[in-house]
């Protein structure tokens, strides 16, 4: 089978490779040989011109395959919001309110509970929640919440707080982020959004957060919760001041964590929503409006490329981008379209437009129409059922009204 996938990559090579500078092919190169880029090569793949890009999209595709095979993956899942009150005061942030501002809120743990409850009646296997640091929010909330849940659905997986929430929760109990975190397993934590990461860069988080969850603080954060038995995600946010420099010190620096411990289930890129973000309205002149098509395409390809060996899974945000280019993305490296979300808020409070939610037989048809095969995950990427080509999932309505909008327009 090796011999196999040598051969045709061989075969291919020629026409992959017919007008590519030749730093660039020795890199990709090198990637087939399973030899990783380094941090000075990420950033050279970022630079692509248009040959270039599509010989590094090809190889992308290539590694995803060997990886993955054709299976595509997603997770039927609810996200939930506990307040989006907050006064960290990040420039990007178009979702933190303060108390006294219209739409505030802070749901009661029984409605965390109730909502939960009804995402497991619809046929979620996880809850993802995350809050804004609300100045109020006792730093034993965060057990609490997990308490409430575990003691009504005690298989439900609970994929919950951003390290920019364990390093408040932490700094409220007067716990170390180990003690804290161990509390936190034990009360039922399952896995860690691997959010608030931005862009791991002293000087883009300067600008960004003022640097109040510094890179050293989210690294140890996260290796913390790892070592723990916490795995994590990992996240970029992209497309607003930084540079390709910055992308590759971020992914360079995420390969380093999982080298170490081995935490991470998958690489997700945020591309920036601008819309509502005050780091955009108060310096449009600054600020880009969100990553380029073209930037979205490499930052997936070379996630995939850079990688490879290490972290399995690229995650496309159709929160972010919409179903039509999570599905494009397909076959650019990316495996996995994240979760169902039946209620997601977080990209929507930013102006994003892409709905709140992507039901589990609307997953299957763009996975279908990407000529891919569909599988249901669990948030460990254990898979928990393979749809058959025939099969017809009916009966899912949308959670909540879309007022006669269809994300699957594109395919009709
Ligand atoms: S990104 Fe998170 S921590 Fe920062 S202001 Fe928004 S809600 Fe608060």
């Known amino acids: 089978m090796k011999d196999l996938h040598t051969a045709c990559i061989l075969v291919d090579q020629e026409e992959i490779f017919t007008d590519v500078s030749k ?12 030899k990783l880029p380094s941090l000075n090569d990420i950033e050279r793949l970022f630079l692509t011109n248009e040959k270039e890009k599509r010989a590094v999209l090809k190889i992308a595709d290539f590694l995803r395959k060997k990886v993955n095979g054709d299976n595509v993956s997603f997770v039927i899942n ?46 979620a296997t996880e809850v993802c929640i995350q809050g804004g640091l609300h100045p109020k929010l006792p730093g034993k909330y965060y057990r609490e919440l997990l308490i409430s849940l575990k003691k009504e659905l005690p298989e439900l997986h609970i994929h919950a ?11 409220k109990m007067k716990l170390s982020y180990s003690d804290f975190l161990q509390d936190l397993k034990e009360c039922g934590l399952g896995s860690m959004p691997g959010t608030a990461a931005e862009i791991l860069d002293k000087q883009i988080r300067q600008q960004l957060t003022r640097n109040k969850l510094s890179t050293d603080q989210w690294v140890e954060i996260i290796k913390t919760a790892h070592n723990l038995g916490i795995p994590s995600t990992a996240t970029i946010m992209y497309g607003h001041i930084d540079a390709p420099r910055h992308w590759a010190i971020h992914l360079d620096t995420i390969r380093q964590i999982q080298t170490e411990t081995g935490g991470f289930t998958e690489f997700v890129p945020l591309s920036f929503v601008h819309y509502d973000s005050p780091l955009f309205l108060e310096n449009p002149a600054f600020v880009r409006p969100g990553a380029s098509e073209n930037e979205v395409d490499l930052m997936h390809a070379v996630s995939r ?57 609307e997953m299957v048809k763009i996975i279908r129409s990407a000529s891919k095969i569909p599988v249901r995950r669990n948030t460990l990427y254990k898979t928990l059922k393979t749809y058959n080509t ?15 909008r269809d994300p699957l327009s594109f395919l009709h």
């Open 23 to 34: 730093d660039i092919r020795l890199i990709l190169e090198n990637c087939l040989k399973e």
């Open 78 to 123: 609810r996200n939930i919001n506990f307040t989006n009150v907050c006064y960290m005061g990040c420039k990007f942030c178009g979702f933190a309110k303060r108390s006294d501002e219209a739409g505030a809120e802070w749901i009661s743990l029984d409605q965390v509970v109730k909502r939960a409850k009804e995402a497991w009646r619809r046929g």
């Open 161 to 171: 707080f951003s390290p920019f929430e364990i390093w408040y929760g932490a700094k």
């Open 305 to 361: 490329i850079a990688f490879h060996g290490l972290i399995d899974n690229v995650q496309v945000s159709w929160t972010k981008l919409g179903a039509e280019r999570a599905r494009n993305l397909l076959s650019m490296g990316v495996n996995d379209l994240g979760g169902t979300l039946m209620n997601e808020s977080i990209s929507r409070s930013a102006g994003s437009n892409n709905g709140q939610e992507i039901t589990e037989g």
């Open 390 to 404: 025939l099969e017809v999932i009916s009966g899912d309505e949308p959670l909540v009204s879309r007022e006669g």
